[in-house]
């Protein structure tokens, strides 16, 4: 049978967040932004959010910095730093704000601002298709005998560490070692969000591997803002809502995360 099957849902769980409200009234002056080049951390390890391609930040994020780049009149350059160092940086204020698929929280929220999420998502298990009978539940990864993955200092991590004892939890830097340890059986389960699974499904690579599709964590994604950049997170708040309210801003993650027809 046909059915319409939203990659971007990513099996009805992922999705691009509503701005049910904007952070101004739309009449209100837009503040202006002390500096003409707007500094941008990212880790860029995270496709089709944020990836390094050909020298060049690319994804969802690049083509929003972009948008945003077109209504403010300044330049938002990237500037590339390992996950692990991105909210230092920003706190040294080495960069003005982070845009890199993050999740937010409340640890993160005591050390930067956010704006308000413009993506919903959640954790999802990705295993080996050869043992889609084995978990045929996600909370079936929660056993002794499942050497369960994760990316360091991620919501994914949070997860899974709460289940510490439960199963045997691994450590990653980043997603792609991660499945790529699946594949080789080194790990039976990968936990992260609805944007990896996409990927999954949509790469050829990833063939021998299949996500569960089922939300396993609630989490929206923002952007990061300096404490010391009050009026960048209004502008950016209200940048982002005129680029929901015009179609702006779905037009941008539909062109990475596309609809397609698939059979069933």
């Not at 005998?145 to 199963?167: E, I």
């Not at 609630?218 to 809502?241: G, H, I």
């Amino acid at each position: 049978m046909l059915r319409m099957r939203s990659l971007l849902l990513a099996g009805a769980c992922l999705f691009a967040a509503s701005l049910t409200q904007a952070a101004d009234n739309p009449a209100t002056p837009k503040p202006a932004l002390d500096n003409k080049v707007i500094r941008v951390g990212t880790a860029a390890d995270y496709p089709p959010l944020t990836l390094k391609s050909e020298g060049q930040v690319r994804g969802i994020e690049a083509d929003l910095a972009a948008e945003l780049g077109k209504r403010t009149g300044h330049q938002f350059q990237f500037k590339v730093i390992p996950w692990s160092g991105l909210f230092n940086a920003v706190e040294r204020g080495e960069v003005d704000m982070l845009m890199s698929g993050i999740s937010v929280t409340a640890e993160r929220q005591a050390r930067v601002d956010f704006t308000q999420p413009y993506f919903k998502l959640g954790q999802m298990a990705i295993i080996r298709s050869a043992d889609a009978a084995r978990f045929g539940s996600p909370l079936q990864i929660l056993q002794p005998q499942v050497r369960l993955a994760y990316v360091a200092d991620s919501t994914g991590a949070a997860f899974a560490k709460k289940f510490a004892g439960m199963t045997t939890l691994k450590a990653f830097n980043s997603v792609e070692p991660a499945l790529q340890a699946l594949m080789k059986g080194e790990v039976d389960c990968v936990v992260h969000d609805a944007v990896t699974s996409w990927n999954v499904d949509k790469d050829r690579q990833y063939a021998s591997l299949l996500s569960l599709h089922r939300p396993l964590t609630d989490e929206s994604l923002a952007w990061a803002v300096s404490k010391q950049q009050p009026a960048l997170r209004q502008r950016l708040d209200q940048e982002l809502a005129a680029m929901q309210a015009d179609g702006t801003l779905q037009r941008i993650i539909n062109r990475w995360l596309p609809v397609r027809t698939t059979r069933q």
